[in-house]
């Protein structure tokens, strides 16, 4: 039983920053992309941000120069540092993960509950 738990959200101001954190725990043998996804009311769900077990990353063009997306693997956890927040960073953001449960099975996605993220002055 695999579960990610996000946290971090809340109330940020324009042009501040935020940060959020994944933990993935339960029984893995590894942890392979891990990624943020994003969703605004009325909006369908975004990419924001992927890392990869090689430590590639790529962003959405959104985000990009603002949002920094790292790993720590010791901690199973996944960051997303969010700065220069703008009002339309506002929206629900979930992490994923590509997991293995075993040495020889395959890898399957999983999915956290979210946070809110809400920037406003």
């Known amino acids: 039983q695999v579960q990610l738990v996000e946290s971090g959200g809340g109330l940020g101001q324009p042009g501040g920053s935020l940060r959020l954190s994944c933990a993935a725990s339960?029984?893995?043998?590894?942890?392979?992309?891990m990624v943020w996804h994003r969703q605004a009311p009325g909006k369908q769900r975004e990419l924001v941000a992927v890392?990869?077990?090689?430590?590639?990353?790529n962003y959405a063009d959104s985000v990009k120069g603002r949002f920094t997306i790292s790993r720590d693997n010791a901690k199973n956890t996944v960051y997303l540092q969010m700065n220069s927040l703008k009002p339309e960073d506002t929206a629900v953001y979930y992490c994923?993960?590509?997991?293995?449960?075993?040495?020889?099975?395959?890898?399957?996605?999983?999915w956290g509950q979210g946070t809110q993220v809400t920037v406003s002055s």
């Open positions: 994923g993960a590509k997991i293995s449960l075993r040495v020889e099975s395959t890898a399957s996605d999983y």
């Open positions: 339960g029984t893995i043998f590894n942890i392979y992309t």
């Open positions: 890392i990869t077990n090689g430590g590639t990353t």
